[in-house]
């Protein structure tokens, strides 16, 4: 390429440089930086002769120009010659001062170009900006820009012009009276020092080592002198910013003695300033540099300046930081950086001006100031070493501070000092207790100043930022081990830091760890030398109760235990081997758990365990006290925390249990009970539990010391004291007893059975009825306390289950039974029958479960009344409840009912007969019946339960007649269709067991299982189901069961009480006694021969009366008989019934089809009715060119509708198979003739106004009952796949639909081949007629079923191939265009269908095929559409030989749809050209390989097509293309990227692609770019936009000697035209694209 072609690509760039989009303008711009990456010299040569031609160009432009030229220069000006430099430097300044105003991107540009050059020719281009500084002239505010970033750029080469320059800008200083020119002049004296002290910071790399600071001093200071003392009084703000910003590094320059000679007014000149300026980020940075400046030169002036700096800097670190604020946390840092500087130099005056300002009240003060004080701590360690004492008690007041903001600071403040060494010094024990305090925070409401800037993010709150450091300052500070360990300790056993104690162990077992492996020495505790240490029992005993609820607190439960188990040597020596083996076991139990999952009483019992096992271990009694005493003590700690006080009296009931002392027992069994809050009902419940847990090792001593308590000063004082406030004694004095009693009830539950039964009444029933006071015990005072009510009843409960459980239980006489059963139903009766409040009537019906069992039995009324006074307490109850409702309420009612459950089956093992057992159904027969659903479930439920009972404990000694069995299951199965799924489930219980029973009491073993009472179980899933057919099947087959096993005498019975069940309010249970009736007839009919007459009458009535569709049935028999007679008087009679059918009509249709050989003769006469008229009839249009309304016949109409109703009756399944083919045909045929055709008028008036109750819901609409009718015919015939699979597919709605009647055919044939392939020949046979109707819907239906079923196997299975060829192709010259399509539809499916026959038909298919291509003088023919994907389908299975004549042809003629409007044209083209190229392998490669190249770019292109379909053939069509290419490397490139699926990156597969195109194929380079040039004018955007995009990387691969086969002028010309298109893509890749050509070099 010569230098005029890369002249021409520069200009043409440069030409579309005013573009508007900016993706565009940026796309230029690199274009021309990739000119100027290989030729940098003509590409800034043709960029400088533009800008100079080009005169009048805009500013924005001319940027954008330079700075392309500013990214060549960057990388290339090292390749510049010295003649280039000059001009573009020349350039450069001229761009840069050609106009005085300030325009900043342009200038901004210039100057870039400048500082790019600078790098290389810093000399040139020095003395071109020199020459811009004219003495006693300003200069331009761009060149003081350039020189301040030429600077930075390159400082060894500037510095050494810097006198020069600064004498050339000191003397006009004076002369700048524009704020903007003042600012440059600022920001070109701070980058001047910056360059300075950089260059004076590495001298030894330096061109000049010799330069001293001296050499700047003078000129800066004379500089220093304009900017401080005249510059800085400005009112701009920007410019008194830009003066700081440069007095920062300038004070480094000035002379030491000038320097300390300004310091008295500079510095208050600076702190001046923050009160005019809100951003005080470059002040601080820039007072930071002046105190650095003014230390190393050991000024003396800041001690008297102090104070002021001082006041000002503080007063800045107290500004609220905001995180949004990123200038307002550099000032902070900054700030804090001047402190340091301060605090190195003089730290007793920092420290005298801060430490007061710590008792100030004021929040942003305090914080400020500890923020300073933690900032000093850590950044000047050695100055503050000796004041740590004074700072230590500075923090006195802070301290108490309850802000949060000032807690945080406070801790980050101790965190520094325990990292320092403070801690260690005396005084640092306040500051470790002040941590643990703010651990022990709750977690969610920690104390909080009111006001907006209170609200704090959580995870910084204080108790958060507390644990870290705490955790942090006893893991990673090594010096702090000492300090902490062992006071930290002391913090357990406090209320107040409760809310700590998780920290605390975690940091204490990584003490003690560490402690341990030190040695056993430094490990264990001296106590003597520790005093203010709790004992190891307190210690024992406060980690163990926290332990029991173990997730709170952030799971103190795990790191409790785990401490504990670290802390063994200090606690006993002889527990280290088994706390290791067990408390890891504890903790895998909490690991597999969740506070959600644990359950709580089963945990308590592990650490109950764990008490009891390390009691044991120790075995020292003195030990045992001494952890018992320090139980006791710790029971107020719990008072706010009634669970974790609840096992505290466990523990120590345990530990009580183990000791050996009674005295000891005695006495603190006597505190705890004088101590007790008994206002608590947690509390009482621990308190009994603790005595009851004692009296398994010292029942005589726990039962003493309660009479004891009763007979005591204290008992009785206490209550006298009680009785002078009468509101609240009885209320206090109850909960007294309540305690009380709920003792004597654990104490019985616990006590060893042996020695329980010996003190049942005469200790512990006297005591508890001594309590109660009721008639019992013969005094008669009622109670209004239920708390009270609930302790009796819970340890007479109690009590019970300790007198059956124990050994002796048989030979006990409780003579107290029937008084306390009385008792518990009194207390039942008490409770609202309607809801559930209190456990009061579950607690009751427990005890009486017990009581029952025990001797002496009850009398048959007692029995009686408590069965019904139980079942009216339960059964009444509203339903169960929603879990939104509460979980405790569910819990509460399941609860109640399991006790109804208990109770009731224990009074039933008392009487074990069949009279106990008919007994206690009638109690729950009302209940059975009961309209209420939730009312009858729990009676079946219950009913079933005892059934089950029964039957498990059924012994039968002798053969007996179980003479209930009519009656109880005429009571249940009408049960089995109830509306409540429970109800139903559990009725098929009842007689399921009802079965067994009678089978027991014929002599069958108890494991006999018979086979038909099994079947009951197998039809419990029928019953789930809602669907009333599959409900009343089930109940039909249930009757089934029970005829086949009922004896002769209990039938009458038990249909006696089905009849009843008829006229149950519950219809669902009244429709199933009619099933079971109707079953029963049928089964067992012969033997009440007498009574069928009765009972069929008593069916007709029903339906005359129309009670319920369940006696409808009985009406079909009538109809029947009628229809056998006159059987064509029927039809033609219901045929003249009106339309649409109503429910009664319908019926009787339907009854037609009881009997196969009526239902055929029906059948056949509706055919005929419905072929014998015309379809539909023409109506004139209303409007001329409208097309006429078609309107159906009503006679067909009705035949169809008639049809329907027939073919719903499962009997006439075998007439329909019978007369399939014609009922198949004869409705496709009805169906496509009724697409888009209208009712009559009267009846489309008969629908708008609405059709009358007691039709038939179903649609009139003719092609709709068409559909139906057809869809029966399958049903009807044992066709149920393809019905369903019509269904799935939606071909229905499509048959009935004019667009998509078509695919509803073609859908129908596939699932008729599919399922019901035997059935076609006779299909296909009706069917052969069809082609030559007179209706053209007709056709199209037939034509695209018939083409379908090529599209099967089924076609060659059955021998049909030949004949579907022939009617296929007898349609091919149809006047239709829809039947010729679907005939070369019909062709290629049998690719699909029969591939092996393909061969054989070869030519007569491609004849057609390539016909089809030529069907019609449109462009987009649909049949040649259809010809070209049948095509594609075919050619890999037809005779090479055979595809060769016409091969060239149909790529000829395929190629122009590449390019197609039409995307389905495109797409089946493109496919088709890929078939083509898979098949055309050997011989063929030749004839077709040039078709193959003129395909390649079309396709490539197309990849971007903007249908994703044909993008998607585009990528087979080119990896079939590949192996044709005889290129691996370009057709693995294909396979690789071409992938379905796999995302395309274009560019990158692009640039693959061009690259092998031109390495192997360098020839092709001019007809490729050709091509490309065609798609220039592509309509498609996204192809348009590729088409550069493809020229550019194959002119980047192309190699130089290809250049002839470019016109690159051409080239050139129209990659310029796209520059103007009007889409930004398009140009960005022209531009791209020009930026390439650069290659053809």
């Not at 920001?187 to 004076?200: I, K, W």
């Not at 029971?635 to 009634?642: A, K, V």
């Not at 299909?1323 to 819907?1337: D, G, M, R």
């Amino acid at each position: 390429m010569t230098e005029s072609s890369i002249k021409k690509l520069a200009s043409t760039l440069l030409d579309a440089i005013t573009d508007k989009d900016p993706v565009v303008q940026e796309q230029v711009c690199s274009a021309l930086c990739s000119l100027g990456e290989v030729r940098p010299v003509e590409t800034l040569r043709t960029c400088e002769e533009y800008l100079r031609q080009h005169d009048k160009l805009a500013h924005p432009y001319r940027a954008a120009v330079l700075r392309a030229m500013e990214r060549v220069l960057s990388s290339r000006a090292s390749e510049l010659d010295k003649d280039t430099a000059s001009t573009i430097i020349l350039l450069a300044s001229s761009e840069m001062t050609k106009t005085k105003d300030l325009v900043w991107d342009w200038q901004q540009a210039a100057s870039g170009v400048l500082v790019a050059v600078g790098r290389q020719f810093i000399s040139k281009v020095m003395e071109e900006l020199l020459r811009k500084l004219h003495p006693g002239t300003l200069p331009h505010c761009a060149v003081l820009h350039t020189l301040a970033s030429l600077s930075v750029a390159n400082a060894f080469g500037v510095v050494p012009f810097l006198p020069s320059v600064l004498s050339s800008l000191l003397p006009v200083l004076g002369m700048a009276k524009q704020d903007t020119v003042r600012v440059a002049f600022c920001s070109a004296l701070q980058r001047f020092s910056e360059g300075a002290l950089e260059y004076l910071a590495n001298l030894d790399r330096a061109p000049d080592p010799t330069v001293r600071k001296d050499a700047f001093a003078t000129d800066i200071f004379s500089a220093y002198d304009v900017l401080f003392h005249q510059w800085l009084q400005s009112r701009e703000a920007k410019l008194r910013l830009a003066v700081v910003e440069a007095l920062g590094p300038m004070s480094h320059l000035l002379p030491s003695e000038r320097l300390e000679e300004q310091l008295p007014k500079l510095l208050p000149g600076i702190l001046a300033l923050y009160k005019k300026h809100s951003e005080t980020f470059y002040l601080s940075k820039s007072l930071g540099q002046i105190l650095e400046a003014a230390v190393s030169v050991g000024s003396r002036t800041l001690e008297t300046q102090l104070d002021a700096l001082l006041a000002a800097l503080h007063s800045q670190i107290c500004v609220p930081v905001e995180s949004s604020s990123p200038l307002v946390m550099s000032n902070q840092k900054e700030v804090l950086r001047c402190f340091t500087v301060l605090a190195c130099s003089l730290p007793d005056r920092l420290l005298a001006f801060l430490l007061p300002r710590l008792d100030t009240s004021n929040e942003r003060t305090r914080v400020g100031t500890l923020q300073v004080v933690r900032h000093v701590i850590n950044s000047a360690a050695a100055q503050m070493e000796d004041k740590k004492p004074f700072i230590l008690s500075s923090m006195r007041l802070p301290l108490l501070d309850t802000n949060s903001k000032v807690k945080r600071a406070v801790v980050q403040v101790i965190s520094a000092m325990a990292h320092h060494g403070y801690l260690e010094q005396p005084g640092g024990e306040v500051m470790i207790e002040y941590i643990v305090q703010q651990c022990a925070l709750p977690p969610e409401q920690e104390p909080e100043k009111p006001g907006p800037s209170s609200k704090d993010p959580k995870a910084d709150s204080v108790r958060a930022v507390s644990v870290r450091t705490l955790y942090l300052v006893s893991t990673t500070v090594d010096r702090m081990s000492h300090v902490l360990w062992p006071y930290l300790l002391q913090f357990l056993t406090p209320v107040r830091f409760t809310g700590a104690l998780t920290p605390l162990c975690r940091s204490l077992v990584h003490l003690a760890q560490k402690r341990q492996e030190a040695g056993a020495d430094a490990f264990l505790i001296q106590y003597d030398a520790h005093a203010s240490l709790p004992s190891p029992y307190a210690v024992t005993a406060r980690l163990l109760v926290v332990s029991s609820s173990p997730y709170l607190g952030d799971g103190r439960g795990v790191a409790a235990l785990r401490l504990l188990s670290v802390l063994h040597p200090n606690i006993h020596p002889l527990l280290g081997q088994h706390w290791e083996t067990t408390v890891p076991l504890l903790l895998g139990y909490l690991d597999e758990h969740t506070e959600e999952t644990l359950p709580q009483e089963e945990w308590e019992e592990k650490l109950l365990m764990f008490l009891r096992d390390t009691l044991a271990i120790v075995s020292d009694n003195a030990w045992i006290c001494q952890l018992s005493l320090e139980l006791c003590r710790q029971l107020p700690c719990y008072d706010e925390t009634p669970q974790e006080k609840n096992f505290l009296y466990k523990c120590i009931g345990t530990t009580l249990g183990a000791a050996s002392s009674k005295e000891v027992v005695r006495k603190h069994l006597q505190e705890l009970l004088e101590t007790a809050r008994y206002q608590e009902e947690a509390e009482r419940e621990g308190l009994a539990c603790c005595f009851g847990i004692c009296a398994i090792s010292h029942l005589e001593d726990t039962l003493a010391q309660l009479e004891d308590f009763v007979r005591s000063e204290v008992f009785r004082k206490s209550i006298g004291i009680l009785n002078i406030f009468k509101d609240r004694s009885e209320n206090e004095v109850e909960k007294v007893k309540s305690a009380l009693i709920l003792c004597y009830g654990h104490v019985a539950a616990r006590a060893p059975q042996e020695l329980v039964l010996a003190k049942v009444e005469s200790d512990i029933l006297r005591n508890i009825c001594q309590h109660f006071n009721t008639k019992v015990l013969g005094v008669k005072v009622e109670t209004k306390d239920p708390a009270l009510k609930l302790c009796l009843v819970q340890s007479v409960c109690m009590v019970s289950r300790a007198i059956c459980n124990s050994t002796q239980a048989g030979s006990f006489h409780f003579t107290r039974k029937a008084e306390l059963v009385a008792q518990m139903m009194e207390f039942i009766r008490a409770e609202p029958p309607d809801s559930l409040r209190t456990p009061i009537r579950k607690k009751a019906m427990l005890t009486c479960t017990y009581l029952v069992s025990v001797e002496p039995a009850l009398d048959e009324q007692a029995r009686a009344d408590v069965i019904r006074g139980c079942l009216h307490s339960v059964m009444a109850l509203l339903p169960e409840p929603e879990e939104k409702d509460g979980g405790c309420q569910k819990s509460l009612y399941l609860e109640t009912l399991h006790a109804l459950e208990g109770l009731l089956t224990s009074l039933l093992q008392r009487n074990m007969t069949p009279q106990g057992l008919q007994i206690m159904i009638e109690h729950l027969s009302p209940w059975i019946k009961s309209p209420r659903g939730h009312e009858r479930a729990r009676a079946l439920g219950l009913s079933a339960l005892l059934l089950r009972h029964f039957l498990e404990q059924l012994r039968v000694s002798a053969l007996v007649p179980f003479h209930n069995l009519g009656l109880l299951v005429g009571l249940f199965s009408p049960r089995c269709a109830d509306l409540w799924p429970a109800t139903r489930q559990e009725a098929v219980d009842c007689v399921y067991s009802l079965l067994y029973l009678q089978l027991g009491y014929e002599g069958f073993s108890r494991d006999y299982r018979d086979d038909v009472a099994e079947r009951l179980l197998s039809l419990k899933d029928g019953l789930v189901h809602p669907d009333p057919t599959i409900l009343f099947h089930t109940c039909h087959s249930i009757g089934q069961i029970i005829a086949k096993r009922l004896p002769p005498d209990q039938l009458i019975s038990l249909l006696l009480t089905m009849f009843e069940a008829l006229g149950d309010p519950e219809k669902n249970c009244s429709r199933a006694a009619t099933v079971m009736i109707n079953c029963l007839l049928q089964e067992r009919g012969g033997v009440l021969q007498e009574k069928v007459p009765e009972i069929v009458s008593v069916l007709r009535s029903k339906l005359q009366e129309a009670q319920g569709e369940h006696v409808l049935p009985a009406a079909q028999h009538s109809m029947y008989l009628l229809a056998t007679q006159h059987c064509a008087a029927v039809v033609s009679s219901l045929l003249g019934s009106p339309l649409p059918l109503d429910s009664h009509t319908s019926m009787l249709w339907r009854a037609l089809a009881v009997e196969p050989r009526l239902a055929a003769q029906v059948l056949g006469l509706l055919l005929e009715k419905m072929s014998r008229d015309v379809p539909f009839k023409e109506s004139r249009a209303f409007l001329l060119g409208r097309t006429p309304d078609r309107v159906a016949t009503l006679l067909p109409l009705s035949a169809t509708c008639a049809l329907f109703e027939v073919l719903s009756t499962p009997a006439a399944g075998p007439a329909v198979l019978e007369l399939y083919p014609q009922l198949f045909v004869a409705l496709l045929l009805r169906v496509s003739c009724t697409v888009g055709v209208q009712l009559p008028r009267n009846l489309q008036a008969q629908e708008r106004r609405g059709a009358s109750p007691a039709l038939a819901a179903r649609n009139l609409e003719p092609c709709s009952s068409a559909v139906d009718t057809l869809r029966a015919v399958l049903l009807r015939s044992g066709s149920e796949d393809v019905a369903q699979r019509m269904d799935l597919e939606g071909g229905w709605e499509l048959l009935r639909t004019s667009a998509g009647h078509e695919e509803g055919a073609t859908r129908l044939a596939r699932a008729m081949a599919e399922h019901a392939g035997p059935r076609l020949p006779l299909v296909l046979k009706a069917l052969a007629c069809t082609h030559s109707s007179a209706y053209e819907n007709q056709r199209v239906t037939t034509t695209a079923f018939l083409a379908e079923l090529l599209n099967s196997n089924v076609a060659n299975d059955l021998m049909l191939l030949d004949s579907l060829l022939e009617s296929l192709v007898a349609r091919q010259k149809d006047t239709c265009t829809s039947v010729r399509r679907l005939v070369l539809r019909g062709l290629a499916n049998l690719a699909s269908g029969c591939p092996d026959k393909v061969r054989a038909h070869g030519p007569q298919l491609l004849t057609a095929m390539i016909g089809g291509l030529d069907d019609g003088d449109s462009p987009h023919s649909p049949v040649a559409l259809e010809a070209m994907l049948g095509l594609a389908r075919l050619v890999h299975l037809v005779e090479a030989w055979d595809l060769r004549s016409g091969l060239l042809h149909v790529a000829i003629r395929i190629r122009p749809f590449f390019d197609s409007e039409k995307m389905e044209f495109r797409t089946a083209s493109i496919r088709l050209f890929g078939h083509l190229n898979q098949v055309c392998h050997g011989d063929c490669e030749d004839v077709f390989l040039d078709q193959v190249v003129g395909g390649l770019a079309p396709l490539l292109l197309h990849l971007q097509d903007p249908q994703a379909a044909v993008a998607s053939a585009c990528r087979f069509a080119l990896r079939m293309c590949g192996p044709n290419l005889a290129c691996e490397d370009l057709s693995a490139a294909f396979q690789k990227h071409l992938q379905e699926g796999r995302a395309l990156h274009f560019g990158e597969f692009l640039n693959t692609t061009c690259k092998h195109l031109m390495h192997h194929f360098p020839d092709l380079l001019g007809r490729l770019l050709t091509t490309c040039l065609f798609y220039f004018k592509s309509s498609w955007e996204d192809v348009r936009a590729a088409a550069p995009l493809f020229t550019g990387f194959l002119v980047l691969h192309a190699e130089p000697r290809q250049q002839p086969q470019v016109d690159l002028d051409q080239l050139i010309s129209a990659l310029q035209i796209l520059l103007k298109d009007p889409a930004p893509e398009v140009r960005t890749r022209a531009a791209e694209a020009l930026g390439r050509l650069v290659k053809l070099a």
